[in-house]
């Protein structure tokens, strides 16, 4: 009754024509936020590693590797191009708060052995970090050390 009182009709052609234009409006504003978020998500990184080590429960060759994530979740893939591997898949997690902005591979060693803990994205403080496995608990057991050397490859996007 009120809007017949302020002169508004209640199913006038131009109320219709504004709740469809806000419409439209408010699910392009949703569809852009969507893709920036998935976009901000994706993350690819070369990278030349000198020695051996260990994602995904697997040991892989020193070499050049591509290093990707995607998706909501973050899966991460590692692969050698040259040698036609067959992509190592690993979940992660996010975390912040790298130094520099520099792109890079964070690895966890153990006397010889090396595992990849992180990957940092360069163009902000986040990065993706990769759960300890099942060996690396028992390497860091075994270990006389307390915490493990920290080793940083640099990456290229």
């Given at each position: 009754?009120w809007?017949?009182?302020?002169g508004?009709q209640?199913?006038?052609?131009?109320v219709k024509?504004?709740?469809g234009?806000l419409?439209?409006?408010s699910?392009?504003a949703?569809a852009?936020?969507l893709a920036?978020?998935v976009?901000?998500q994706?993350?690819t990184l070369?990278?030349?590693?000198?020695?051996?080590f260990?994602v995904g429960?697997?040991i892989?060759?020193?070499g050049d590797?591509?290093?990707?994530?995607?998706g909501v979740?973050?899966?991460?893939?590692v692969?050698?191009?040259?040698?036609?591997?067959?992509?190592?898949f690993a979940?992660t997690?996010?975390?912040?708060g790298?130094?520099?902005?520099v792109a890079?591979?964070?690895?966890?060693?153990?006397?010889?052995?090396y595992?990849?803990a992180?990957?940092?994205?360069g163009?902000g403080?986040?990065?993706?970090?990769i759960?300890?496995?099942s060996?690396?608990k028992?390497?860091?057991?075994?270990?006389?050390?307390?915490?493990p050397?920290?080793?940083?490859v640099l990456?290229?996007?």
């Amino acid at each position: 009754m009120w809007l017949r009182q302020v002169g508004v009709q209640k199913s006038g052609c131009g109320v219709k024509t504004i709740k469809g234009l806000l419409g439209c409006v408010s699910t392009a504003a949703l569809a852009i936020v969507l893709a920036a978020q998935v976009s901000a998500q994706t993350l690819t990184l070369k990278a030349s590693v000198p020695f051996d080590f260990v994602v995904g429960g697997r040991i892989v060759p020193a070499g050049d590797y591509v290093v990707s994530t995607s998706g909501v979740l973050g899966v991460l893939q590692v692969w050698n191009e040259a040698k036609g591997m067959v992509p190592i898949f690993a979940v992660t997690s996010a975390v912040y708060g790298q130094r520099d902005g520099v792109a890079s591979l964070t690895f966890h060693r153990y006397g010889g052995d090396y595992f990849l803990a992180a990957i940092w994205d360069g163009a902000g403080s986040g990065g993706r970090s990769i759960p300890i496995s099942s060996t690396e608990k028992e390497k860091s057991k075994s270990a006389s050390m307390a915490k493990p050397d920290v080793v940083t490859v640099l990456a290229r996007r």
